[in-house]
């Protein structure tokens, strides 16, 4: 079945920096767009960046923009998160979900996508 795991998570200082990884599994990983998504206790879950299947094409949302980056390798089967000058307000759980990829824009709904990975917890202290 498909599987998506999160790593990379942790602790950090305002400022500082952490990668999250997504490894997949159980499915044709070069057909579907990659995402990002956040929550934070008491909060819906919000997107944070997407990427489409060939990696060619990356969105972000705004709170991140200029922060974060997000990749993929498609010969490993995964998706990437690099962080850099982390905030106390980046605090949440982190996702990664797969979307099968039809000819339409890379989505940032999260209802959109199809598979999600269990989360990894992000925290920034002040």
């Known amino acids: 079945q498909v599987q998506l795991v999160e790593s990379g998570g942790g602790l950090v200082q305002a400022g500082g920096s952490l990668r999250l990884s997504c490894a997949a599994s159980g499915l044709t990983f070069s057909g579907y767009n990659m995402g990002w998504f956040r929550q934070a206790p008491r909060t819906e879950r919000e997107f944070v960046a997407a990427i489409s299947r060939s990696g060619t094409r990356t969105y972000y949302a705004d709170s991140v923009k200029g922060r974060f980056t997000i990749c993929r390798d498609n010969t490993k089967n995964g998706a990437y998160l690099q962080m850099n000058s982390l905030k106390p307000e980046d605090t949440a759980v982190y996702y990664c979900?797969?979307?099968?990829?039809?000819?339409?824009?890379?989505?940032?709904?999260?209802?959109?996508?199809?598979?999600w990975g269990q989360g990894t917890q992000v925290t920034v202290s002040s």
């Open positions: 979900a797969a979307d099968f990829a039809g000819m339409g824009p890379v989505a940032r709904s999260r209802y959109e996508y199809d598979y």
